[in-house]
């Protein structure tokens, strides 16, 4: 049985997909998908956590919701290939990090999620699917590669639960500022 590593905020990085307005508006629950993925990288900020995100062909699906693009560090590249490593130097400059657990969000879970976190797993990096900041235009399209995805390795997880294991204690300097986070995300 493999053992499973809890998350630390000192050796994650968080992977935003895809979140673009025209493939929200296809996606059941998109509301709760850009609270979700908003809060988790509200708490990265706070804990240091770095963020890293990509478009799929911005051109006809248009940039990263307002919502989120306001929470990344710098615009993300535009990729045509499902996967995230397919854009550019993505993956190179996410092991430049050095961080090797990675919480991924995003959208659509059967396409680019599972795409990027199948070539993270051959990396040798640790994926954490936080479930609740993933979606898909269909239930059984992502609960299915959420299913694949944790055979494969990955680590289904929720935004809160990422958010209390980077933090570890009540005692940690941010737990204030998290606990704010997680009453005003409802």
Known sequence: ???????????????????????????????SLVRNAGFVLDV??????????????PKGLGPTTAEIARRLPSPPPAKTSFSCCGAGTFLEELEMLRRPQVVLVGME???????????????GLHVFLAVDALAA?????????????????AVPTTVEAVAFEWLRDAAHSQFKAVSELVKARG
């Open 44 to 57: 990265a900020a706070k804990l240091a956590v770095p963020v890293r995100a990509a478009e799929q062909y």
């Open 1 to 31: 049985m493999s053992t499973v590593k809890r998350l630390t905020a000192e050796t994650s990085a968080v992977v935003v997909v895809d979140i673009q307005d025209r493939l929200l508006a296809k996606v059941p629950g998109r509301d």
């Open 137 to 153: 235009r269909n239930a059984v399209d992502h609960d299915t590669a959420v299913r694949r995805l944790e055979l494969a390795g």
């Open 109 to 123: 879970t059967h396409v680019c999620v599972l795409q990027t976190a199948l070539d993270f797993l051959h990396a």
